[in-house]
């Protein structure tokens, strides 16, 4: 089954950029999508499909995806930012069809 | 778009309980939707997932043979029968619209709406 790992936190300071990774073999061969979760929130889109962004979402959210790893850039990173951070896949080699990573938490500095 | 769970709470280890999703702003009946839940200080799990017609159901391994999911178009309301619930089960359940997306064979698959939450504590 599908294990999507990710690192627990990135630390990054206001105005730099932030890069979250997303790893699993062969992730380039899926559709990745990444999730924003802020306290207390509901998650929300901020990218799907590998780079594509939701209307509303900052250009400054970008994602690429190859090989083994899926990446979520955070450019200009701001104080707003700071939350926690999901790629997700539709894996339709196993039971768990729809696959979590682990999560990373973004702070700013 | 509003999703809104309700029929969480305290329940004991074994016991069942029945969440609802009452869904507005979009046509209902035109999407699957799924349950993703999120223990305490967790990430994200999905749970379980129905088509728009209730034609195709799939479940996550830990809760396949205890959980039910079922939807009621008329009602515009999705559900999830929980039983033989256990202290793992203990989550912020999540009812989250799919966007199906990638031509016809819907290959790109996100979940573009969620609600709010509600909370399911089992513990004796």
């Known amino acids: 089954s599908y294990v999507l790992t990710q690192p627990p936190s990135v630390s990054v300071a206001p105005g730099e950029t932030a890069r979250i990774t997303c790893g699993e073999n062969?992730?380039?061969?899926?559709?990745v999508h990444w999730y924003q979760q802020k306290p207390g929130q509901a998650p929300v889109v901020v990218v799907y499909?590998?780079?594509d962004r939701p209307s509303g979402i900052p250009e400054r959210f970008s994602g690429s995806n190859s090989g083994n790893t899926a990446t979520l850039t955070i450019s200009r990173v701001e104080a707003g930012d700071e939350a926690d951070y999901y790629c997700?896949?539709?894996?339709?080699?196993?039971?768990?069809?729809?696959?979590f990573g682990t999560g990373t938490k973004v702070t700013v500095l | 778009v509003q999703l809104v769970e309700s029929g969480g709470g305290l329940v004991q280890p074994g016991r069942s309980l029945r969440l609802s999703c009452a869904a507005s702003g979009f046509t209902f009946d035109d999407y699957a939707m799924h349950w993703v839940r999120q223990a305490p200080g967790k990430g994200l799990e999905w749970v379980s997932g129905?088509?728009?017609?209730?034609?195709?159901?799939s479940y996550a391994d830990s809760v396949k043979g205890r959980f039910t999911i079922s939807r009621n178009n008329a009602r515009n309301s999705l559900y999830l029968q929980m039983n033989s619930l256990r202290a793992e089960d203990t989550a912020l359940y999540y009812c989250a619209k799919l966007y199906c997306g990638g031509g016809g064979g819907c290959s790109s698959r996100y979940f573009d709406y969620w609600g709010q939450g509600t909370l399911v504590t089992v513990s004796s």
């Open positions: 129905i088509s728009w017609n209730s034609g195709s159901i």
């Open positions: 997700q896949v539709w894996d339709t080699s196993g039971d768990h069809l729809y696959v």
């Open positions: 499909d590998d780079y």
């Open positions: 062969n992730i380039g061969s899926k559709s």
